[in-house]
């Protein structure tokens, strides 16, 4: 009989006593014991099972656990004795910042100040020690929501102080999603003081502390060491292009492979392999998201599981309001291509405006994309990344999540528009297209000189949220060629029954073009001069069955006509 499913179960204890299905994860506690690290920094992507690993490390190695065989009894790491005599014998602190996600500066800072007190208040039998002095005993007292941040600075580096001392051993620190601050500063504006409060709580805790023993962190993204690592001796880093703890994290196709056998879906490996294949670990392929898995396993249904856990609105934000070349290159990815750039692994949250390869490297750490070749460039760190959309699910993700941004503007009228182009009701279309411009064109660069090419960038926005619309009765392919030059989007319909569309984008230059009339025109007339509809005929489309419309637009006034889409 299957084991039951714990969606979301991120206790080991729990799943582990109650039976609930786990994949044996044990190695990392002894790749870790092993490395001999000080510190350890270990990044993944969001659901990739972090919080359940550490929770595994705090209960393998604290003392809290002491004589919990059943806990590990059956799993790799119990068949050595070495290990079996290493649990429970450390003191191990553990806590983290999952639920930092503040507005504020202040809001957070008060957020991190509970943590840290309810952090003390598991340790409340400190002060009953002999071992403690009085003084020592009323800094823990002190320790609460209302502290100074010079209290909380230091309060990770007295509590493993005062641990050393009470078991006679210095402690294990485990810090869970230590950048989840980190990136809610980024987003609502308030980097720079959390980022001062977070390199001060790093310093004491990971780097003057002579009462730690080891430490482990992990994150999402390797946020640079200028902005909270400034001064660490070289401690650890793992991202997702290292070798190291390849697979501690995510679950391996042999893995997923047994589990469906397991729930009798042994026939359906190559719908979930083409879902939720294509994480990249180091040297390791074919990783699969834990938390799409569990849920599909619990449903059998192949859908967006592990996108729908976050709001992504960083990733959101800094593609929508994006530069011309990152919209260019990643509508390519979404049409399937890939991408080559350098990539510094050290995110500077700084440069995730102005920097590509930052964006990039955000994505990479992210898990929206995954290295599909690594090329050394001969100097030392510098390596050319070959990058791809990780799989399906990742590409509805960010097909829905475009689509998102018009149905957000236009008040729920997206639907309208494509019933107004599935029917070629031309009036309709160009009453959604102006309610859009009107709402949505301050959110791009939409530039202002006649002869540039970012406002046509925003049509191609446009019609990657008709992609997730549409995808299901069309082929949609934009900038390929076709007859004497390259259409700007091509609908090619799957059935016999739809139309095929080409759609032409032109900004109005005044100098050639008395109104958007003519632009529009203009539009037309390259869609037919260029004989763009050459592919669809070449496939056996007639021509009455190929419609074309040209879009005209100056600043936010758009005009579009339909016209012929082939030469009879």
């Given at each position: 009989?299957?084991?039951v499913i ?11 006593t ?11 506690i ?27 490390m ?22 050595e004795?070495e ?8 003191p ?21 100040f509970?943590?840290l007190?309810?952090?003390y208040?598991?340790?409340?039998f ?19 929501s209302?502290?100074?941040e ?7 580096k ?35 003081e959390?980022?001062g ?11 003057t ?34 070798d ?37 670990f180091g040297?390791?392929?074919d ?25 992504n609105?960083?990733v959101g934000?800094?593609i ?36 590509m ?33 990780t ?7 960010f ?20 019933t ?17 411009t009107?709402q ?14 970012e ?22 392919t934009?900038?390929?060629e076709s ?32 109104d ?8 037309l007339?390259q869609?037919e ?27 936010k006034t ?11």
């Amino acid at each position: 009989m299957a084991r039951v499913i714990n969606t979301g179960g991120q206790d080991f204890e729990v799943i582990r006593t109650n039976d609930y299905f786990y994949i044996d994860k044990t190695s990392f506690i002894r790749e870790w014991w092993e490395a001999g690290d000080d510190v350890t920094l270990i990044t993944r992507p969001r659901r990739f099972g972090k919080t359940l690993n550490m929770s595994m490390m705090q209960q393998f190695f604290s003392l809290d656990y002491a004589g919990r065989s059943d806990l590990f009894e059956g799993l790799s790491i119990w068949q050595e004795e070495e290990y079996r005599n290493l649990q429970g014998t450390w003191p191990v602190i553990f806590l983290s910042f999952a639920d930092v996600k503040e507005t504020t500066f202040v809001q957070a800072k008060n957020t991190i100040f509970c943590i840290l007190e309810d952090l003390y208040e598991r340790y409340s039998f400190l002060l009953e020690s002999d071992q403690l002095s009085k003084k020592e005993k009323s800094q823990i007292e002190r320790i609460s929501s209302e502290m100074d941040e010079s209290r909380a600075k230091f309060s990770l580096k007295r509590l493993s102080g005062y641990l050393t001392r009470y078991y006679g051993k210095k402690a294990i620190i485990l810090l869970d999603e230590y950048d989840t601050p980190m990136q809610e500063a980024y987003i609502n504006g308030y980097w720079e003081e959390m980022s001062g409060f977070m390199r001060s709580l790093f310093n004491s805790t990971f780097k003057t502390n002579p009462y730690m023993y080891r430490a482990l962190m992990t994150g999402i993204t390797r946020v640079s060491k200028e902005s909270i690592f400034s001064d660490f001796n070289n401690p650890k880093v793992v991202t997702t292009t290292s070798d190291e703890y390849a697979q501690c994290f995510g679950f391996t196709e042999e893995e997923v492979f047994t589990a469906l056998e397991e729930y009798g879906f042994s026939d359906r490996k190559e719908e979930v392999k083409a879902w939720y294949d294509g994480f990249t670990f180091g040297d390791k392929t074919d990783i699969y998201n834990p938390w799409s898995i569990i849920n599909y396993l619990k449903t059998g249904k192949a859908q967006t599981y592990w996108a729908n856990t976050s709001t992504n609105s960083l990733v959101g934000r800094i593609i929508q309001q994006g530069s011309e070349d990152l919209k260019k290159d990643f509508e390519r990815l979404l049409q399937g291509d890939v991408l080559e750039t350098e990539l510094n692994e050290q995110l500077v949250y700084g440069a995730l405006s102005g920097r590509m390869s930052a964006v990039w490297s955000l994505l990479l750490a992210s898990g929206y994309l995954k290295v599909v070749k690594q090329e050394f460039l001969g100097e030392v760190g510098r390596y050319r990344y070959t990058l791809a959309l990780t799989n399906r699910e990742v590409k509805q993700m960010f097909k829905v999540m475009i689509q998102g941004w018009f149905r957000e503007e236009a008040e729920g009228s997206y639907n309208r528009f494509i019933t107004a182009l599935l029917t070629g009701d031309e009036e309709a279309m160009n009453g959604y297209m102006n309610q859009v411009t009107e709402q949505t064109f301050s959110y791009f660069d939409t530039g202002t000189k006649p002869s540039g090419s970012e406002p046509e960038r925003f049509y191609h926005g446009f019609v990657l949220g008709l992609i997730a619309e549409l995808s299901s009765r069309y082929v949609i392919t934009s900038n390929r060629e076709s007859g004497f030059g390259r259409y700007d989007v091509m609908l090619e319909p799957k059935n016999g029954e739809d139309d095929a569309i080409l759609l032409e984008f032109k900004v109005r230059r005044p100098n050639r073009e008395n109104d958007l009339e003519e632009t529009a025109a203009a539009a037309l007339s390259q869609i037919e001069e260029k004989q763009y509809a050459k592919a669809l005929q070449a496939k056996g489309i007639p021509v009455d069955k190929i419609r074309s419309y040209g879009f005209a637009f100056e600043g936010k006034t758009v005009l579009i006509r339909q016209g012929r889409g082939a030469r009879p």
